[in-house]
């Protein structure tokens, strides 16, 4: 059973703090991604990367950063956060290629920058 | 760039009836893939049905169904006998086949309440 795991599911910080949302595959997917949630944008994409220390930006990728060091883990980094990133957070991971493969998330963090 | 639309914010439905959410999307290329996701309350995100565009059949899984009109952009998503547990949030979503790391395009998503 595939399963990509985010470490928090609720997260408040302050204005101005560095911020890690971590995820974790178990299912050895080349692809991981990070989108962001909000109400009636739909999930919108930040950041993926297609294989270790790889990383391509999405379509908001301002204020954010990523790094994969590990095949299995994915980290967002928000270098200062500010009260506009709050939002749901959600993880990501898919089989490479291009073979019809659905995409597994995980359960969101949703953080509150206040 | 690839764009997905959901003109239905929100749709009601009554248990055991049918209803369907509308999707409708923009490309230049030939090939891709769609696919329609389910959020319930938990946050789990779940594929319900995936179609690709080289094949005419539109796919189907148990009480969900497709009509894909791949001349027309159009991918709407049925569901028959509509359940109590159906209700959720729902994502169209795009996938193409030309660019690295076969990344989603999510359309902005239907909130689908069942009534009992």
């Known amino acids: 059973d595939v399963k990509v795991t985010q470490s928090s599911r609720y997260l408040v910080k302050r204005t101005g703090e560095k911020v890690f949302l971590e995820c974790v595959q178990d299912m050895d997917h080349e692809n991981m991604f990070w989108y962001r949630q909000d109400p009636g944008l739909g999930l919108r994409l930040i950041y993926f990367?297609?294989?270790?220390?790889?990383?391509e930006k999405g379509d908001i990728p301002e204020g954010y950063s990523v790094s994969r060091e590990k095949k299995e883990r994915f980290s967002l980094i928000l270098e200062s956060a500010s009260t506009n990133q709050t939002s749901m957070y959600l993880c990501?991971?898919?089989?490479?290629?291009?073979?019809?493969?659905?995409?597994?998330f995980g359960q969101g963090t949703r953080l509150t920058v206040v | 760039a690839q764009t997905v639309t959901q003109s239905q914010p929100e749709m009601s439905v009554q248990e055991a009836e049918t209803v369907t959410l509308s999707c409708t999307y923009d490309?230049?290329?030939?090939?891709?893939?769609l696919f329609w996701y389910k959020q319930p309350p938990s946050r789990q995100m779940i594929l319900v049905i995936r179609?690709?565009?080289?094949?005419?059949q539109n796919a189907t899984e148990n009480r969900f169904s497709v009509n894909f009109q791949k001349a027309a952009k159009s991918f709407s998503l049925k569901i028959s006998d509509s359940q109590l547990g159906d209700a959720a949030m729902y994502f169209c979503?795009?996938?193409?086949?030309?660019?690295?790391?076969?990344?989603?395009?999510f359309g902005a998503g239907t909130i689908l309440r069942v009534k009992s």
């Open positions: 490309t230049s290329e030939s090939d891709y893939y």
């Open positions: 979503a795009y996938r193409s086949l030309m660019e690295y790391g076969n990344k989603l395009v």
């Open positions: 990501a991971s898919s089989l490479g290629g291009t073979v019809n493969t659905e995409a597994f």
């Open positions: 179609q690709e565009a080289y094949k005419q």
């Open positions: 990367s297609y294989d270790v220390k790889m990383k």
